[in-house]
């Protein structure tokens, strides 16, 4: 078994894949949110070929999906994450990302108050938590959300103490790569990445190649640790303004997603697909923004090919059973 292997700390190598429910209307920000019945049909079109869900804050949302897994008794394991906001400016990030003083002081006691919102929800649904994440994409150089290493390793003290979960941290694989996160790594339990080929301007010919490059960067680094994809993907529609937009269709989304995960089933490695569903409330108002389009499924529920792509090895596997029995 590899040492970095997750099994090593009691999570098995299954699907999984990052889950938000948010329809057209809905805004998180605006605190509009998926209903429960909403929530019930997206979890019901999961259920089977999934059995991990990455969940990106301790918020209403999060609440209602941990309800219907257990009112329901659907079969799924939840990440948790918590939402931070900056607690420091970053004039690295490509937009505005200066924040006054008072305003920085104010984000820090959300992220206090964050921290027990998740130790919350994470005691009172323990049995479908399988880990929790001090947040996203926090301290990597062009975030608008910046939070620096030492609070990072506060908020991983105060939840190993506080409740039963794993914790972890999901950010870009640089900052694991090139030592800014060595401290944070100490008091994880496993470290997550990101890996975007298509927001670096990968063709898919490259694609696989440059997020195992990512992985295997960040785990020959920290061989003592588990290493998990917590976002890695494939939009299927853009603007051109970050990466030529003819880069971004259905095929090479069906293309990657399968190789992807052919390769991290091969190797055993825990993989969150981003993402489940298309969210029209990301990003800017230009519809073909590429933040918009992530999903595996569109925003009215439908699926994309890359769906039908990725039951057919699990179909295979059940078939070839069903021939052996």
Not at 34 to 60: C, H, K, M, T, V
Not at 190 to 219: D, K, R
Request: charged share 20%.
């Amino acid at each position: 078994m590899q040492s970095n292997n997750v099994e090593s700390i009691g999570i098995l190598l299954q699907r999984a894949i990052c889950y938000s429910g948010y329809r057209d209307g809905h805004n998180p920000g605006l605190g509009i949110f998926p209903s429960y019945s909403q929530i019930l049909e997206d979890l019901q079109l999961l259920a089977g070929d999934w059995q991990y869900l990455r969940l990106y804050d301790a918020g209403p949302h999060a609440h209602t999906v941990l309800e219907v897994i257990e009112r329901e008794q659907l079969p799924f394991k939840v990440l948790l994450g918590m939402d931070l906001a900056a607690e420091v400016s970053n004039p690295n990030c490509p937009w505005d990302a200066y924040y006054p003083d008072h305003k920085l002081a104010d984000n820090r006691r959300h992220n206090d108050t964050e921290l027990q919102r998740v130790v919350r929800l994470a005691n009172e649904y323990s049995e479908h938590v399988l880990a929790i994440s001090i947040g996203n994409e926090a301290s990597v150089d062009w975030t608008d959300h910046k939070v620096e290493t030492h609070r990072l390793v506060h908020f991983a003290v105060q939840l190993k103490g506080q409740t039963q979960a794993l914790v972890t941290f999901c950010e870009n694989y640089v900052p694991w790569a090139n030592g800014q996160l060595d401290e944070l790594a100490k008091h994880v339990d496993f470290l997550s990445i990101h890996s975007y080929p298509l927001w670096e301007s990968q063709s898919i010919e490259h694609a696989l190649h440059f997020t195992q490059q990512n992985y295997y960067e960040v785990a020959d680094r920290f061989s003592d640790k588990p290493v998990v994809i917590t976002e890695a993907g494939w939009t299927t529609n853009a603007n051109g303004h970050a990466f030529p937009a003819h880069f971004a269709n259905e095929r090479w989304q069906s293309d990657y997603c399968a190789q992807l995960l052919n390769w991290c089933e091969k190797d055993g490695i825990l993989c969150f697909l981003f993402e489940a569903f298309d969210e029209s409330w990301k990003g800017s108002d230009d519809p073909a923004e590429p933040e918009k389009h992530w999903g595996i499924f569109r925003l009215n529920r439908q699926p994309k090919p890359v769906v039908i792509r990725l039951q057919q090895p699990q179909l295979a596997s059940i078939a070839k059973l069903s021939n052996n029995g």
